[in-house]
């Protein structure tokens, strides 16, 4: 599905002459083609959840980029790094809300059933499982370990 996607993209970014989404899908496929030869070794396909894992993964990486250059006195190049951000971005469901999240935790740790630090892994899981692209995961991670601590 959402490969389908970067492709119709594309094809509109190019026909609009937006020079910058264009570059930035294309950032995105290589990136796919990648993971794609990475997933050969294991003979198994990729889905939408590690697309969108992926995608979040680029948006970091931008973001970092885009701390370095607005230190370094780079406001040309930051701009750059936030405006693919923005592209990314735009492939990417709404994150959830700081309350959602939090929700979404409690619920995640009543349908586990854990009761102690030690049952993190599988709250994560099940959060993974729900809200893959809709959370990051290492915030949430904080948040769990402070709900199953306290």
Not at 106 to 112: D, K, L, Q, S
């Amino acid at each position: 599905m959402l490969r389908e996607n970067f492709a119709s993209e594309l094809k509109l970014a190019m026909k609009a002459g937006d020079r910058r989404r264009v570059e930035t899908i294309r950032m995105i496929n290589a990136a796919l083609k990648d993971r794609d030869i990475e997933a050969r070794v294991t003979a198994k396909e990729i889905g939408d959840e590690e697309i969108l894992a992926l995608l979040q993964k680029l948006v970091k990486s931008r973001q970092e980029s885009m701390e370095i250059y607005q230190n370094n006195a780079r406001p040309e190049l930051a701009a750059q790094e936030r405006e693919q951000i923005a592209v990314i971005s735009s492939f990417l469901p709404k994150p959830l809300a700081e309350e959602e999240v939090k929700t979404a935790i409690h619920a995640a740790i009543v349908e586990t059933g854990a009761a102690s630090v030690k049952d993190m892994g599988k709250v994560i899981a099940a959060l993974k499982a729900q809200h893959s692209g809709k959370m990051d995961f290492s915030k949430a991670s904080g948040l769990v370990k402070a709900e199953l601590a306290g």
